[in-house]
């Protein structure tokens, strides 16, 4: 999954990432003075778990994935000096690892991962100028992938892991329009997204070979759920009542799709000045929307339990003045609702925390990344994990 941040800066204002993060790739998550020094217990199974010391503070990290309880991997950028490099991370089964940067990698800060097969992951990433970098996790180590011809010099707008260890890549080539392509045998395919149903794609899923499900912003600045099967293609609008910034997209099948995000009711100009947190499920018919309460500005991704069903969806709340530390929050279905619960206290006084999802396939068990904001300082960032039931 992926969460958009500053090429610029580590320090970028994460009240302004909740609709920018499902806008536009320019928008900024905070980056973190690092992990506690120990792991803590947090009310709903939550651990924190303890990353490298390698890791250069601060540190902030963007997108986390899952191909197995004994691989996953998180991405991001940690600061060094003046000046911000890549950082890439995966867990073994027994503690996470940081990783080489690939020869000839270009990207100051990796945006997004994400799986689809076991041993298998992708990643996408930006240097300063805006120019994206593709990896591909193979045989234990991050490899350079080519971008494809139509898009070099282009809007590259996201990366998925597919099924069977190929992977999907979505960006806007200018002439040619919104485009897709679908990595197999080694090489792109590339395929027209229909200009009806083009946008800024934010997030993939791959539930099969030729199955994608693509969170978007259309080109009437709405969200939109595009729905590709062999060539086939169908939509989702999204619920009624202002404009929809879809954050994630968990298709449980075609008539069953949860979507998190946030639904701004009002603006001024260019901005987003009323906005509620989203988090609603589609029938095949109709929505059926969650409420939320007070201080929750948001959800942010949604992850699966072992039925493919939801489990947990992460959350974006804004501080409460005056604290000397603060929670974490998770949303959790228990079957029939959603219940708002802690995860881990923050040792560290945050205008703003915001947690990220993703499931362990084939568990009960989800990684979180959970990144927190000081006014305009970094905050902290960790990395926790909760095994289910």
């Known amino acids: 999954m992926r969460f958009p941040a500053s090429n610029a800066v580590l320090t970028a204002s994460l009240s ?9 790739p320019a928008a900024g998550i905070p980056v973190g003075t690092g992990a506690p ?30 191909g197995s309880s004994h691989l996953a991997w998180a991405v991001g950028a940690e600061r060094i000096g003046p000046r911000q490099r890549a950082l890439l991370l995966h867990w073994n089964g027994r503690r996470w690892i940081k990783d080489a940067l690939p020869r000839g990698l270009t990207a100051d800060n990796m945006f997004q991962v994400s799986s689809a097969s076991p041993g298998a992951a992708w990643a996408l990433g930006f240097d300063p100028s805006g120019n994206a970098s593709i990896l591909r996790w193979a045989r234990g180590s991050w490899l350079r992938v080519p971008i494809p011809g139509p898009l070099k010099g282009q809007t590259v707008d996201s990366v998925a892991g597919g099924t069977g260890g190929g992977g999907w890549l979505a960006g806007d080539s200018g002439v040619q329009g919104f485009l897709l392509f679908h990595w197999f045998r080694g090489h792109w395919h590339g395929i027209k997204i229909p200009d009806a149903l083009g946008g800024a794609v934010i997030d993939m899923h791959a539930v099969g070979r030729q199955d994608l499900w693509i969170n978007e912003n259309s080109v009437s600045g709405n969200g939109l759920i595009v729905h590709y099967v062999a ?20 298709p449980v099948s075609t008539h069953s799709v949860w979507i998190t995000g946030t639904l701004c009711t009002a603006f001024q100009g260019p901005f987003c000045m009323t906005s509620m947190p989203q988090l609603a499920h589609w029938n095949g018919i109709k929505w059926g929307v969650v409420l939320h309460p007070s201080g929750i500005a948001g959800t942010t991704t949604i992850s699966p339990a072992r039925t493919g069903r939801p489990l947990w969806a992460g959350v974006f709340a804004t501080g409460a003045s005056g604290l000397v530390s603060e929670p974490l929050f998770y949303e959790h279905f228990n079957g029939t609702r959603w219940l708002l619960e802690r995860g881990s206290t923050l040792q560290l006084y945050a205008t703003s925390t915001r947690t990220d999802v993703a499931a362990v396939p084939g568990t009960n068990a989800t990684w979180a990344i959970a990144n927190s904001e000081v006014s305009t300082s970094p905050g902290v960032t960790v990395i926790q994990y909760n095994a289910g039931g």
């Open 37 to 66: 020094s120990v792991q803590a217990k947090a009310a709903g199974g939550w651990v924190t778990k303890r990353l490298p010391t390698s890791v250069i503070r601060p540190f902030g990290l963007n997108g986390i994935a899952a």
């Open 16 to 24: 302004l990432a909740v609709v920018a993060a499902t806008a536009s």
């Open 231 to 250: 060539g086939k293609w169908s939509s989702i609008a999204p619920p009624s009542g202002g404009v929809s910034f879809i954050g994630d997209v968990l």
